[in-house]
């Protein structure tokens, strides 16, 4: 009988993972009868496997599910899947050699491929810097290039650490190669812009074996960018925020906030790498590029993507918003919480919800149920 295969899309993050585990889970049902299985209920449950590999540790106020031995429940549904099983988070780029091992080894003897894609560094860059302001980042585009650029490596700031440990892909791909045979490491080149839509997804599926399959990209959504002045309303908000709790952060600020909101708004400009640090872009990609080349693994796409564009584009900076248009993207934040607690306020009472013994056992009641899914599972 042929092995279960799993591949293990890593990541990079800001490098097409939203919209290929969007195409992933919106057909799960149809990719079912290609023999591609998608463990665990859904991608929440690829979130905290990922967490726990990673040994990190949960909010002791988190409402949500433990994700204590969550990769190793969602390892055991993989390797018993049959055919192709995907495991995909971009935290898992995060995992070091330890946790790279400990991961293989949880899917023996299934046989384990990795996926990492990856963009050219010109457009990588603003959509980090953009992605770390949606996680509380106060910095100003400015101060976090040059967090990333000009600051040594035993000096830098977490996020700035968080990125190299992400988007070395170099470095990402000789830690996995030392667990993974080469000829099983794939790496996926990202479309420069303008590219057929699909044609991410088409590269994706090539190496699962499903290229011809039939997906629905209708409600498909990529990760949405925000234009100059409302990431730098976001910015300045986080200045000013208390030391809330991440979940509270995440579900309030980042996912209403910014990607239902802000997201929403048709802003001017888009953040951009400015023209004084082009040479840097141009330097640090052919290096990447010439270095990815002699890995060995496998390249799907073409390397000279995540080469720099002939013309980088220069759009502006997002802390000389003006603010005129600061105000009115703040407006339409305080008109949408204003909404929110009035659509709150009129919903009746959950009296249930107010009960000791519910307020007492009802979180573990559900992490129960939770654990149970997954053992049965």
């Not at 290929?20 to 889970?25: I, K, S």
């Not at 992605?131 to 910095?139: D, G, I, L």
């Not at 400009?269 to 330097?283: D, K, L, Y």
């Amino acid at each position: 009988m042929t092995r279960t295969r799993v591949y293990l899309h890593i990541g990079e993050p800001k490098c097409g993972t939203t919209f290929l585990q969007d195409v992933l889970w919106r057909n799960r049902a149809e990719l079912a009868r290609y023999g591609v299985t998608l463990p665990g209920t859904d991608g929440a449950d690829h979130y905290r496997a990922a967490q726990d590999l990673r040994d990190l540790p949960q909010d002791a106020d988190d409402p949500g599910i433990t994700w204590h031995g969550a990769w190793t429940a969602l390892a055991r549904q993989a390797r018993g899947a049959g055919g192709v099983a995907v495991i995909t988070h971009e935290l898992l780029i995060g995992a070091d050699l330890r946790q790279a091992r400990r991961a293989v080894e949880c899917l023996a003897p299934a046989e384990v491929h990795v996926i990492v894609t990856s963009r050219d560094l010109a457009s990588l860059l603003p959509a980090e810097w953009q992605e770390t302001v949606k996680h509380r980042n106060a910095r100003t585009w400015q101060e976090w290039l040059g967090d990333i650029i000009d600051t040594p490596p035993r000096r830098r700031r977490p996020r700035a650490k968080w990125f190299w440990t992400a988007h070395d892909t170099v470095a990402v791909l000789r830690r996995w190669s030392e667990v993974v045979p080469r000829e099983r490491v794939h790496l996926v080149t990202v479309p420069r812009t303008g590219a057929p839509p699909d044609l991410l997804w088409r590269r994706f599926a090539s190496v699962l074996g499903i290229a011809d399959a039939p997906v629905d990209f209708g409600r498909v959504r990529a990760n949405a960018s925000l234009g100059l002045s409302e990431v730098e309303l976001l910015r300045r908000l986080n200045a000013r925020l208390s030391e809330l709790p991440q979940w509270f952060y995440a579900r309030n600020v980042k996912n209403t906030l910014a990607h239902t909101v802000l997201a929403g708004r048709s802003g001017a400009g888009r953040v951009a790498v400015p023209a004084e640090r082009h040479a840097w872009v141009r330097e640090q990609s052919a290096r990447r590029v010439q270095q990815l080349g002699a890995l060995g693994v496998d390249i799907v796409g073409d390397l000279g993507e995540l080469d720099a564009p002939d013309v980088i584009a220069t759009e502006g900076d997002p802390s000389a918003a003006s603010d005129a248009d600061l105000l009115d993207a703040a407006l339409d934040v305080l008109a949408h919480t204003i909404e929110r607690r009035y659509e709150h306020a009129r919903k009746p009472p959950r009296m249930l919800s107010r009960s000791p013994v519910v307020a007492r056992w009802g979180p573990t009641v559900k992490r129960i149920g939770y654990v149970a899914r997954r053992r049965l599972g």
